[in-house]
């Protein structure tokens, strides 16, 4: 039987985002192909990536390669690391028009010479499947539908999935940013379900952070300091899902490091009722809601045409 949040006897369960995102991918393959079937084209999603960091690129192979899995086309342009604003701004303009494109993404983080927000903003919002766009970032805030950002809107499909009872829960999401804890805040926030949590929203300069998390029924981190969350900072019961990837140096290991996340996980993991793995746990989640946001753009271009 599931452990639930109130049971005494505690066992903790895996969130496997491994496994649940190929589920899912296999239900969006079917819904592509009944798509295709119907006359429409295949959903085409392209990724920009600027320049050579291995972990960007790492993330962009992943999702063009999930893109073949489930039947959709993919274009991937990649752009050496000198390139000038203007021609980053040029090739956004230019996916804005293909209508051959129904979803785009630019890989972030973006050399240092240029402006992420002038970037983001230059990027059809209909075609904005990353979520990143204030266009939709403020229909998030507001409740109102858009793109939401991949890694909160499949931590939201796991929590779906898994059925997870959010409904008048304490959540506590550590980090702020603008692509996960400020977005995951949102969404736990907001009517629904999974949804209506009571949300604490914890970074950098908050004081007495173990204090806070030890109130949590649900415990997001989103950080990207390896292990930070020990087990005296999680109630007994707790979800707890780890957003954190950090690299770490790990001479046994095949590529020279291992993925951490910000869970000690050997640590926590005994405590919790539910608790998503490093990797494996929300990685996969993001690629699947990024494939599903690619699908919805393809309908939405369908249905203006
Ligand atoms: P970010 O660097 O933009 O934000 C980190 C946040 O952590 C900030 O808001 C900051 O206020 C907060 N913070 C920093 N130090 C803190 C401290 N000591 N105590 C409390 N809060 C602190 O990072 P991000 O883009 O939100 O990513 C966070 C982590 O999630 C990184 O490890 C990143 O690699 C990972 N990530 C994973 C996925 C995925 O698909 N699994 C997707 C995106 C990001």
Redesign the pocket.
């Known amino acids: 039987m599931k452990p639930s949040i109130e049971s005494s006897t505690m066992e903790t369960a895996i969130l496997d985002g491994k496994a649940l995102s190929g589920k899912i991918k296999v239900e969006i393959a079917a819904e592509v192909s009944e798509w295709v079937q119907k006359g429409h084209r295949k959903p085409h999603l392209a990724a920009v990536l600027v320049g050579n960091d291995g972990?960007s690129r790492t993330?962009v192979d992943h999702k063009v390669r999930s893109c073949e899995q489930v039947g959709f086309d993919s274009t991937l342009i990649e752009r050496p690391s000198d390139i000038t604003q203007a021609d980053l701004l040029a090739i956004v303009d230019g996916l804005n028009r293909d209508n051959g494109i129904d979803g785009f993404i630019v890989q972030l983080p973006l050399p240092s010479h240029i402006d992420d927000q002038a970037i983001i903003e230059a990027v059809d919002p209909l075609k904005d499947v990353d979520g990143f766009h204030p266009s939709n970032m403020g229909n998030l805030a507001l409740g109102l539908p858009g793109f939401v950002p991949?890694?909160p809107a499949?931590i939201m499909a796991m929590l779906d999935r898994y059925n997870i009872d959010t409904e008048g829960k304490h959540a506590v999401v550590?980090?702020?940013?603008?692509?996960?804890?400020?977005p995951m805040s949102l969404l736990l926030s907001r009517s629904g379900s999974p949804g209506n949590c009571t949300v604490t929203l914890?970074?950098?300069?908050?004081q007495g952070?173990a204090d806070h998390c030890r109130q949590a029924d649900i415990l997001v981190?989103?950080?990207?300091?390896?292990g930070?969350v020990k087990a005296d900072m999680v109630k007994e019961g707790a979800v707890v899902i780890d957003?954190?990837?950090?690299r770490v140096e790990d001479a046994t290991a095949k590529r020279g490091f291992r993925l951490k996340?910000?869970v000690d996980y050997t640590d926590v993991a005994p405590k919790c009722s539910w608790i998503t793995p490093?990797p494996g746990?929300?990685?996969?989640?993001?690629?699947v809601s990024l494939l599903r946001n690619t699908l919805v753009a393809a309908q939405r271009t369908a249905s203006h045409h």
């Not at 957003?243 to 950090?246: A, M």
């Open positions: 972990a993330y991949a890694t499949g550590i980090g702020r940013s603008s692509i996960v804890g400020t914890c970074h950098s300069r908050t952070l981190a989103a950080v990207g300091i390896p930070m957003v954190g990837i950090t996340g910000d490093v746990g929300v990685g996969p989640m993001t690629i």
